[in-house]
C-alpha cells in the first residue's frame, strides 16, 4: 500500500507497504502483519552475530551520511560494565525529506522492533527516539505504541522473555534543524542547546551521558528487522547500481511534481523513470529544471544530469551531489533558482548553532548576499564572493551546516548562474519565470 | 558607577527583567499533576539536567508560554541556574519566550513550499486572521502567525502547525475552514 | 611522572617533543609558535568554535583546528601554509562584518586579539556591504559591561563562569547570528570572582566599569606585582597612567592564582594613589629633616625597649629591619569573609585581608586584636595597619614613633613621624599564607619626601645603634636570608617573579 499514493508496480514496498493502513499501528494489526517476529530470535542471539549480519547485509546509514550501519554497531565494546545507549534520530529536519514521519505515522512497531534488535546488538539497555517537536503527530503514534509494546512486553525489563532489559522512550525536540546532526542530538537529549560536539571522542566511545552511543536513523532501524527475517543474502540482492549500495530506499519526493510523496525502490533505481514514472513528471505544462536529490544540503543538479543518474549513494556523487537522506526536491521551469537558494541559505542562517565562525557568520551574510541579488541589487562581485565565502564556509567547522549552506547555492549559481546574471544586469526580476 | 553610553558603542540598556506586581506561582509544586509527570520522565535519564526539555513542554503546555521567572523555577525544581535554561530555551524555537494568541499558527515556508505558493498561505492567514504581521498577535488575541522552517512534510506542501495541531496540504483556499475550525 | 610518554612531531620544521595528550597548539607553544585563536584559553574547557586556530597537518585533508587536536608521533604541522592563512583570513574577515570597529573608543584598542591578529592575518578590506547588526550594550552587574555588539562569542566567559567559578550566571542566548551572551534576572556576574571574565574576554565586548575610558592600553605602564589587599598574594600587574594606578590586572602563576584576581582585589586600588599622604617626616607636629628625625627616633629607642606594633601589609624586609630597629611585636589583621574560587585548588579571596601576616609571624610577630592595648613608654608603629587603632593606650607614652604613609589617628602631638612609601613605590616581598615569598617591584615614585620603607627602618636602626648599612632592599634580603632560618638560602633571583616557597613552609598547603 502506497502513500498518499497507491505503490506503483516499480517500486519495492518493505518499509512502505503499510503506508496508508491504519491498522498496522496497533500491536495486534502489526503482529498480524509479521511483526515481532524478528525480535525474540535477536534477543536470543549473540550481539556480534547481528552485528555481523547487517554487516554483512550492507545496510548503510539512511539519514544522510550513508556509514555501513553493522561497522558502526561493531565499535561497540560489548561488555565493557559501561551503560550503552542507542538514539534512535527521528529528528527528521533536512528540507525535503519527510519518510521517518511517514514510518512512525504508519508503522510504529517497525520502528520499536527495530530499536529494540540494534538496542541488544549494542549492548544497549536504554534508547530514546528523539523526535523532532513539530512532529506531534508520529510523537502521539509513537508513545501509544511504545505503552502498547511495554504493555505487551515486547519491550522493557524482560523484553520478549528474554531476560534482558530493552527501556525505549521517546525524547521530544523542540525545534532546531541541527539536532539531526549526532551529537546536537545527545546534547539535546542531555538538556542543553543542540551544540554539535567537537569529534573525536566519537559517539561510540563518549557518546550522551558520556557513555558509549550509537545514533541511527529511523529508516535504517526500520529496515533491520526485514534484513534479520530474510537475511543478509536477500537485502544484499536488492541491488540495480553499485554493489556498496543495497537493500531498498525511501525518497521523498517534494516540490514541483505531478505525484509528490513517498517512494520506496531498490538502490540503483533509474532517476529517470522515477522521475517521469513513479512520480508522474512534472506539473501540466511545466518542465522539470532543476533538483536537489537527497535534502537540501547536497548539490543542485540540472534535470539533464539527473536523468542519467542511478540512484544509489555512487550514482549521485558522479554527478557531483549526494544521495543525502532521499529527499528530491524538484524545481519546475517557473521557479526563479536565485529566489530558492536564497531562501535555501536563509534556512541555514535560521538554524545554525552559533558555535563556529564561519556558519555563524557565514550563513546570514550568505543569506543577505543573496537577497540583494533577489531584489535586483546584486552586483557580479556578489557572485564571487559567494564562492569564496563558500569556499571559507566548506570543511572547516564542527559539523557540516555550514557546509550544507554553500553545497546547493554554488552549484546552482555554477549551473544557473544565467539566472543570476539576469537579475544583477536588471533584465529579470525573481519574481517571473526563468526559463 | 556611571559608565558613558557612548564609550560603549551604545546605548546602555538597562535589564529588562520586570518583575510581576500578582505573586508567582509554580507550575511544579509539590503533589500538583505537573511535577508529578516530570518526576516520571525524571526516571528515564541518569541526570536531572535530561529532563529540562521535557520540564520545558510542561510549562509550555500549562502557561502557553516560558517566562523568565517560570526558567527560574525549572532551574531550581533541576538544579540548574536560570541563565541556563534560559539558553536552552532560547536555542529551541518552539518554546514562546513571549505569550501568543490562542492559536499559534505556524506556516513552513522553506523552498520545498515556498516553490509551492508557501507566500501566498502566509499572507491569507495574516489578512484573515487578521494579524497584519508576523509574529504580531491579532487585536482579538486569537491569533498569531509565524513563518517557520521546513516543517518535514514537504510532499504536502503547505504544511502548517496549529498550537499542537498538525495539517498538512494547505492552499489558500483552506485557510477560511481552517481559521473556522480555530476560532 | 617518569611514566609520561612523549610524542615527537614537527611543526613548522622545528622538532618539538612533548607529552602525549598535548594539543598542537600547546605544542606549538613549545617550537616558539603561538597560533592565532580565541575561544582557547589553557584555564578553560576546549570548546573549539572559533576556528581561529586552524593548522594544516600533513596527511590531513581538512585543516585541524589546533586546540582540539591532540599530538601524534611524526606528525608535521604547517602553520603558515597558505591554506592555513586563507583560513583563518576567512574567519577574521567573518569576525569583523558585524562588528563595529569602534577601537577609538574600545578600551580594549591596544590589548584586543582582534585587532593584533587581523594586523598579522587579516584582510586590509571588507567585502561585507549588508547592514551591521546592532544591538544594545548591557550592564552585566558586577564590574562588567557587555558590549554586544563587539562579541564574538568564542564563549570564554561562559565557561570560566560555569566552569571555573561553578556559578553558571552567564549563557549563550538565541543561535545563529542572533546569538549573544545571556544574563538571568536576579542572577547578575556578583560573585566575587566575576570580573575574571573581562580579561578573559579577547575583544572588547567585557569591559570593566571601573576602569571605562580611563586610559588607553598603550598609554599604561605595567609592574609585576603582588595583590596586596590578602594573604593569598595573588600575582598582578600594576598598571600606572602619569604614575597613578589605573588598573589592578591578574599576572599568570600556576602556583597561586592561575590566571585569576578577584573581584575585591583587583577593584581596591585607589588607596594607592590617594593624595593625603605624610610627605614629610614630623617631630613634634612640625616638619623635620630625615636626619633630625631620624635622630629624635634613635634617641628615643636607645632609651628603653618599645612596644612595637608591625603592620601586616609591611614587607619582609621592612619587617626584619623593624625587628633589627627594635624587636619584634604585635601585629594586627583585617578580617573579611572568605570567597574561593571552585575550580581552581587552593585559591580563594582570604579572609586575612593583608599581604604579609605569614610573613610577620615568620619573623617572629604575633597576632593581636588590639596591639597598643599593652603599649609602654615608648611605642613604635610601623606600617598602615593600625592608623584606625584605639589610641587611648598610648596616653601614658613618653615618645610615639609612627613610620607610615598616612598620618594615623590619635596619636599624641609630640610623635615623631616618619614617611614611607606604600608597597607600589617601592621593591619588597611579601610572604602568602602557604609560605611563598613572592617578589613585587616598584610601580610608581614615592611621595614627597617619603622614602621606601625598608630604607626608613635601615635608618632607624642605625640611629637606634644597629646594623642598617643597606642600600637596596635586595641587601636587606639577603642579610634577612642569613638570620632568619624561614629565608634560608633565597635571593631575589631565586624568587624570581613566580615566587619561592620559605622553608618550612608548604606542609599546610
Known sequence: MGYPYKSHPRETPILSKYFGDPEARTLEGWQARGGYRALPQALDTDPVAIQNIVKESGLRGRGGAGFPCGLKWSFMKIGDGKPHYLCCNADESEPGTFKDREIMRWTPHALIEGCAIAAHAIGAETCYIYIRGEFTEPIAIMEQALAEARAAGMIGANACGSGKTINMWVHRGAGAYICGEETALMNSIEGRRGNPRIKPPFPAVSGVFGMPTTVNNVETLTAVPHILNNGAEWYKAMCLGNPKSTGSKLFSVCGNVARPGNYEVVMGFSFKEFLYDLCGGPPPGRKFKAIIPGGSSVPVITIEEAEQVKMDYEGFMEFGTMLGSGGVIIFDDAQSMPKQLARLARFYAHESCAQCTQCREGTAWMTKILERIVAGHGTFEDLDTIFELTENMTGKTICVLSDSCGAPVTSGITRFRGEFEALITGRRSSTVAVG | MSHGASAAGGAVAKPTHGHHDEPYVPVFAAGSAPRAKLDDILSRYPTKQAGLLPALWIVQDERGWISEQVMKEVGDVLGLTAAYVKGVVTFYTMYHQHPVGKFFIQVCTTSCCNCMGAEDVVKAFLEKTGCGELGLTSADGKYTVIEVECLGACGFATPIMVNNDFIDSVSVEKVSEILRKYS | ?509
Open chain 3, 1 to 509: 611522572m617518569s611514566d609520561q610518554k612523549f610524542v615527537n612531531l614537527t611543526i613548522e620544521g622545528r622538532q618539538v617533543s612533548v607529552p602525549e595528550g598535548t594539543t598542537i597548539l600547546e605544542a606549538a607553544k613549545t617550537a616558539g609558535v603561538l597560533i592565532p585563536h580565541y575561544c582557547y584559553h589553557s584555564g578553560l574547557k576546549i570548546a573549539g568554535v572559533c576556528r581561529m586556530c586552524l593548522v594544516e597537518v600533513e596527511k590531513q585533508p581538512k585543516l585541524a583546528p589546533s586546540c582540539a587536536t591532540t599530538v601524534a608521533e611524526g606528525q608535521v604541522v604547517n602553520v603558515y601554509t597558505q591554506k592555513a592563512l586563507d583560513a583563518r583570513k576567512g574567519v577574521l574577515e567573518l569576525l569583523l562584518i558585524n562588528h563595529p570597529l569602534d577601537c577609538p573608543i574600545c578600551d580594549q584598542a591596544g590589548e584586543c586579539e582582534l585587532q593584533d591578529y587581523t594586523f598579522q592575518e587579516g584582510r586590509a578590506d571588507s567585502r561585507y556591504r549588508e547592514p551591521k547588526r546592532f544591538n544594545p550594550a548591557e550592564d552585566f552587574g558586577g564590574d562588567v559591561l557587555y558590549v554586544t555588539n563587539r562579541c564574538i562569542l568564542c564563549t570564554r566567559c561562559v565557561r570560566y563562569m560555569g566552569d571555573v567559578a561553578g556559578d553558571r550566571a552567564l549563557c549563550v542566548e538565541e543561535r545563529g547570528d542572533r546569538a549573544h551572551i545571556g544574563i538571568a534576572p536576579d542572577h547578575d556576574l556578583s560573585h566575587p570572582w566575576a570580573a575574571n571574565v573581562v580579561d578573559l574576554c579577547p575583544v572588547g565586548a567585557l569591559v570593566s566599569k571601573d576602569f571605562l575610558n580611563k586610559a588607553r592600553a598603550w598609554e599604561l605602564d605595567r609592574t609585576a606585582s603582588v595583590c596586596p589587599n590578602c594573604s593569598q598574594g595573588c600575582n598582578i600587574t600594576l598598571e600606572t597612567r602619569d604614575e597613578a594606578v589605573v588598573r589592578m590586572k591578574p599576572r599568570s602563576n600556576d602556583a597561586v592564582n592561575h590566571f585569576y584576581l578577584c573581584d575585591e582585589g583587583r577593584l581596591n586600588y585607589q588607596w594607592i594613589n590617594r593624595d593625603d599622604r605624610l610627605e614629610t617626616p614630623m617631630v613634634t607636629g612640625k616638619p623635620a629633616s630625615w636626619d633630625a628625625a631620624l635622630a629624635a627616633a634613635g634617641a628615643a629607642l636607645k632609651g628603653g625597649s618599645a612596644h612595637v606594633v608591625a603592620g601586616a601589609s609591611l614587607s619582609n624586609e621592612a619587617l626584619w629591619l623593624l625587628k633589627q630597629a627594635a624587636g619584634v611585636g604585635k601585629f594586627r589583621v583585617a578580617k573579611g569573609g572568605e570567597a574561593p574560587l571552585p575550580g581552581v585548588k587552593d585559591l580563594a579571596l582570604r579572609a586575612d585581608r593583608a599581604a604579609n601576616a605569614t610573613g610577620a609571624e615568620l619573623m617572629g610577630f604575633s597576632r593581636a586584636d588590639n596591639p597598643l592595648a599593652t603599649a609602654g613608654k615608648i611605642v613604635l608603629i610601623a606600617g598602615d595597619d593600625c592608623t584606625d587603632l584605639d589610641t587611648s593606650a598610648l596616653a601614658g607614652a613618653s615618645t610615639v614613633i609612627a613610620i607610615c604613609t598616612v598620618i594615623p589617628k590619635g596619636l599624641p602631638a609630640n610623635s615623631i613621624l616618619l614617611p614611607i612609601a606604600n608597597f607600589a613605590e617601592e621593591e619588597g616581598t611579601f610572604t602568602n599564607l602557604r609560605g611563598r615569598v613572592q617578589r613585587f617591584l616598584q610601580a610608581r615614585p614615592a611621595q614627597g619626601l617619603a622614602r621606601p620603607s625598608w630604607m626608613a627602618l635601615a635608618g632607624l636602626a642605625a640611629a637606634a645603634g644597629k646594623n642598617g648599612a643597606f642600600l637596596s632592599a635586595e641587601a636587606v634580603f639577603i642579610a634577612m636570608a642569613k638570620t632568619e632560618s624561614a629565608f634560608n638560602g633565597m635571593s631575589y633571583d631565586s624568587v624570581g617573579l613566580k615566587g619561592q616557597m620559605a622553608a618550612g613552609a608548604g606542609v599546610t598547603a
